[in-house]
């Protein structure tokens, strides 16, 4: 096989590369080992804190890259940007919204390790690696609708959003992973793991759910890994098509990368980029 050039992988985690019951990442181990081989860079991009990514990459070394807070935060060889809100923007939206609503309202930027762990049922080493934010703030409360509204209101007139998650509503800002992903590949052409010319990049990402959309969209070669458990959802891509994996999590990722790798290997002038 032709050693290949100029790609990037670009992966969401939970659901994704990790399985969504045991977040083992073992099923894909032999697309990763693949990736090595040849040199191509993969990078995590997840709701994850850049604390608890650099936690799972010390232990397994998987990732060359790193962006937490979806997309709010970017490490990549120890070179960390943030493209989201300062902190102080988020706890003065918080504490406005706390003064504002009839419900108590915590974080997790300001709760310690023990409350985190309660409201998400995370070990508390974990819960303190979650806590570690930089540019977002899950929300430890119990709204009424008419809370939300008002949180709503007062985030966006401090310039951010507040999303509602799995679980959670967090404060956080404009960013995306979408976005993300740009400075990503201008940071890795910095430091030489990419040509310095982006029309000799392809990019392939992976994702699961809505929030990976504007990953999706922005990547040359987009990959939907369906949810474990129950529907595929629908993404907006802005009209592009993804490709779906036929498993879920990291079995379907392996079998994903696989392919794409077999295909670029054999015909690697034929890709067709859509930005």
């Not at 790193?66 to 809100?85: F, W």
């Not at 504490?95 to 609503?101: E, G, L, N, V």
């Not at 570690?132 to 008002?150: G, K, V, Y």
């Not at 992973?177 to 052409?189: C, R, S, V």
């Amino acid at each position: 096989m032709q050693h290949l050039t100029g790609l990037v992988v670009f992966t969401d985690l939970d659901g994704t590369l990790l399985d969504h019951d045991d977040y083992s990442w073992d099923a894909a181990r032999p697309a990763i080992i693949r990736l090595r081989e040849n040199d191509i860079p993969l990078l995590a991009i997840s709701s994850k804190t850049l604390a608890e990514l650099r936690a799972l990459n010390t232990r397994h070394q998987l990732f060359a890259g790193l962006i937490g807070e979806n997309g709010g935060a970017i490490d990549i060889d120890g070179d960390v940007r943030q493209l989201g809100p300062p902190t102080g923007t988020i706890d003065a939206a918080r504490a406005q919204i706390a003064t504002s609503i009839s419900v108590p309202v915590a974080g997790f930027r300001t709760s310690t390790a023990a409350d985190i762990a309660r409201a998400t049922g995370l070990p508390v080493a974990d819960a303190a690696l979650a806590g570690q934010r930089n540019c977002s703030d899950p929300l430890i409360w119990q709204p009424a609708a008419d809370d939300i509204d008002i949180a709503r209101n007062i985030a966006r007139d401090c310039g951010l959003k507040l999303v509602k998650g799995g679980r959670f509503y967090t404060l956080c800002g404009e960013t995306d992973k979408g976005a993300a992903m740009q400075t990503a590949l201008t940071m890795l052409q910095e430091t030489g793991k990419l040509p310095q010319s982006r029309a000799a990049i392809t990019t392939i990402a992976l994702g699961d759910s809505p929030n990976d959309a504007g990953m999706l969209a922005h990547a040359d070669i987009a990959v939907q890994i369906p949810v474990k458990h129950g529907p595929v959802p629908q993404l907006d891509l802005g009209g592009k098509t993804a490709r779906l994996a036929p498993k879920p999590g990291p079995e379907g990722w392996n079998i994903m990368i696989n392919s794409i790798l077999d295909d670029l290997s054999q015909t690697p002038t034929s890709i067709t980029k859509a930005r």
